[in-house]
């Protein structure tokens, strides 16, 4: 359910810090009232354009992940994984069995890649290896 003042992704996802710029809301919007661009912080947010949105049709606000009041991620995370053996929880990170952390010494791969070239390397070698296709 939606706060019938709030009929639009903007005022109920955006203005709350709550976008995350998947760009689901500019494209299914039938009045091509909103557009995805950069905010000041270089993050994807969307952003109104055109004309004002019709109050009845909140289509942004159905296939937004962020503006449905469910059950939240904690909630979820309990019911799925508090009872996993070996399960760790933080407020800060919710459920999880470890965190690793690791870079690749290949050629390039820390220096170019995002989060140490990890990916990269593990793509590759799979690759290298016929272990995919």
């Not at 070239?117 to 690759?127: F, S, Y």
Request: include cysteine.
């Amino acid at each position: 359910m939606t706060d019938r003042n709030l009929h639009d992704v903007c005022e109920m996802v955006v203005a709350n810090n709550l976008c995350v710029g998947c760009g689901l809301c500019a494209a299914i919007c039938p009045h091509n009232n909103l557009r995805i661009e950069f905010n000041e912080f270089g993050e994807y947010i969307a952003l109104k354009q055109g004309e004002e949105c019709p109050d009845s049709c909140e289509l942004c606000l159905k296939v937004c992940p962020f503006a449905a009041e469910e059950q939240d991620e904690d909630t979820l995370g309990n019911e799925l994984f508090a009872n996993v053996s070996g399960m760790k929880h933080t407020p800060e990170t919710g459920y999880y069995l470890d965190s690793l952390v690791g870079y690749s010494t290949i050629g390039g791969h820390r220096e170019n890649g995002a989060s140490g070239g990890m990916a990269t390397w593990m793509l590759e070698t799979l690759l290298k290896e016929n272990m995919v296709d």
